[in-house]
T-cell receptor, first 114, second 117 residues
Framework: SQTIHQWPATLVQPVGSPLSLECTVEGTSNPNLYWYRQAAGRGLQLLFYSVGIGQISSEVPQNLSASRPQDRQFILSSKKLLLSDSGFYLC?????????????FGPGTRLTVT | AQTVTQSQPEMSVQEAETVTLSCTYD???????LFWYKQPPSRQMILVIR??????QNATENRFSVNFQKAAKSFSLKISDSQLGDTAMYFC??????????????FGTGTRLQVTL
């Protein structure tokens, strides 16, 4: 079965520091991968998606970047964090599970920028 | 562009009762997928139920069922025999079919459901 991992689970970083969040997927090949951000009490905002290694599409101009160095690895980065980067970050993958095309989410990373 | 609207920010239901969460969407597509996701306090997003637009039969997963009205662009979630563990934020989401590129989910703003004793 497919599983998706994210780490770290929680992160507190000062303004201006770098960021690296990692997401890996197991049990599937060539998945579409996504990074979402959720502000407290709000819905999900799609940040980036990727259809393959090295292929990144950005949905929202921002202080963040994404990379996909391997088929099942997706990384969210920043060179200098802003206070507004605080939030809950979710990685997701989509693909066929049996005959159903679905999207599944990782456990998320809670980022607090101080 | 697609939009998804959840008009009920908060709802409450007593344990063992039935509750219906509303969702409407706007699209020009004929084929698409609709989903309900549950986000408990742990904030893990959990897929509850899916519906393919080309299927007329409403999807059912145990105590969860949907009322899919394609012409009205409505996709409500019914939870029967509500349990305390159903307390969560519920998100309705729309996805166009996969056509070789990434299929992005468009989410509603969510409905916070509280199940009480």
């Amino acid at each position: 079965s497919q599983t998706i991992h994210q780490w770290p689970a929680t992160l507190v970083q000062p303004v201006g520091s770098p960021l690296s969040l990692e997401c890996t997927v197991e049990g599937t090949s060539n998945p579409n991968l996504y990074w979402y951000r959720q502000a407290a009490g709000r819905g999900l905002q799609l940040l980036f998606y990727s259809v393959g290694i090295g292929q990144i599409s950005s949905e929202v101009p921002q202080n963040l970047s994404a990379s996909r160095p391997q088929d099942r690895q997706f990384i969210l980065s920043s060179k200098k964090l802003l206070l507004s980067d605080s939030g809950f970050y979710l990685c997701a993958w989509s693909g066929y599970v049996g005959s159903n095309y679905e999207q599944y989410f990782g456990p998320g990373t809670r980022l607090t920028v101080t | 562009a697609q939009t998804v609207t959840q008009s009920q920010p908060e709802m409450s239901v007593q344990e063992a009762e039935t509750v219906t969460l509303s969702c409407t969407y706007d699209t020009s597509e004929n084929n698409y997928y609709l989903f309900w996701y549950k986000q408990p306090p742990s904030r893990q997003m959990i897929l509850v139920i899916r519906q393919e637009a080309y299927k007329q039969q409403n999807a059912t997963e145990n105590r969860f069922s949907v009322n899919f009205q394609k012409a009205a662009k409505s996709f409500s979630l019914k939870i029967s025999d509500s349990q305390l563990g159903d307390t969560a934020m519920y998100f309705c989401a729309f996805m166009k079919p996969w056509t070789g590129t990434a299929s992005k989910l468009t989410f509603g703003t969510g409905t916070r459901l509280q199940v009480t004793l």
